[in-house]
């Protein structure tokens, strides 16, 4: 099994910063890809950034704003927000695509952390 814990979330005022982290933990092999989704209420989960391979997507309403970044040594990943909007307040959930330590390629989803921009 793989565990995906993240930490940062909280009340940021319009423009501000926060800094996401997710920490993988468990039968790892190795992280094919990590990542960042958000839900906010009454929307469908949307990917906000995913890292992969050296090489990294963004989702268009967060390009220039938001930051994913990896430190395969602690099998971690951020994502660092700045200019946050209103409209970004949702639960943002860490993702990775796993190979496991039995080579099995899985994926697996955090709980979720709530980021809630407002003055």
């Known amino acids: 099994q793989v565990q995906l814990v993240e930490s940062g979330g909280g009340l940021v005022q319009p423009g501000g910063s926060l800094r996401l982290s997710c920490v993988a933990s468990?039968?790892?092999?190795?992280?094919?890809?990590m990542g960042w989704y958000r839900q906010a209420p009454e929307n469908q989960r949307e990917l906000v950034a995913i890292s992969s391979g050296g090489s990294a997507k963004y989702a268009d309403s967060v390009k220039g704003r938001f930051t994913i970044s990896r430190d395969n040594a602690k099998n971690a990943v951020y994502l660092q927000m700045n200019s946050l909007k209103p409209e970004d307040t949702a639960v943002y959930y860490c993702?990775?695509?796993?190979?496991?330590?039995?080579?099995?390629?899985?994926?697996?989803w955090g709980k979720g952390t709530l980021v809630t921009v407002s003055s």
């Open positions: 993702y990775a695509v796993v190979r496991t330590t039995t080579r099995a390629t899985m994926d697996y």
């Open positions: 468990g039968s790892i092999f190795s992280i094919v890809a």
